[in-house]
């Protein structure tokens, strides 16, 4: 057996509904909204300098074996973040990768960055043949013959000597 939600009718009495476009009643609403808007701005700047103070007191009421915990936590937290960096930059340099490569490696222990530095190392490595010359300019040709078909096809294009 399934129950069914009572169908909910308009109501009659909403003037919204009803009532055609009252400009002086909108004008009355956006001012009772200015209105509050005001006021809220306004206890706004009374309760900010209030909230200032409340957090100052709280600060100042630490002890200072809580500030000292604060310093020391956060002077951990900077300790592990520089032996992590060192770690990844000793492991980059064993590997012979460039030292600017060292934060690309990923892991929490040395064994973890060396297998990481491996898989980086792999994808490094050049996969083709080294190309002599200028890399931006492609391969240069190997026989003569083909350099005589460029220069031939340039002439023509050109005109004059290549």
Known sequence: MTEQAPEVAP???DPADSD???A??????IKKANDEARNLRARLKEL???AQEAERQREASKTEAQRLSDRAAAAESELLKVRGEAMRTRVALTKGMAADLADRLRGDTEDELS????RLLA?????GPALFGD????????????????R???????????
Do not use: Y
């Open 24 to 29: 002086e009643r909108a004008q009355a609403k």
């Open 135 to 150: 890399a931006d300019q492609g391969p240069r040709p190997t026989s003569p013959s083909a350099d005589g078909a460029e």
């Open 48 to 50: 900010e300098p209030l």
């Open 20 to 22: 055609p476009f009252d």
């Open 123 to 127: 994808l490094l490595k050049p996969s």
């Open 115 to 118: 297998e990481d530095a491996d």
């Open 152 to 162: 031939h096809i340039a002439r023509r294009l050109f005109g004059g000597t290549t």
């Open 11 to 13: 109501e009659a009495n």
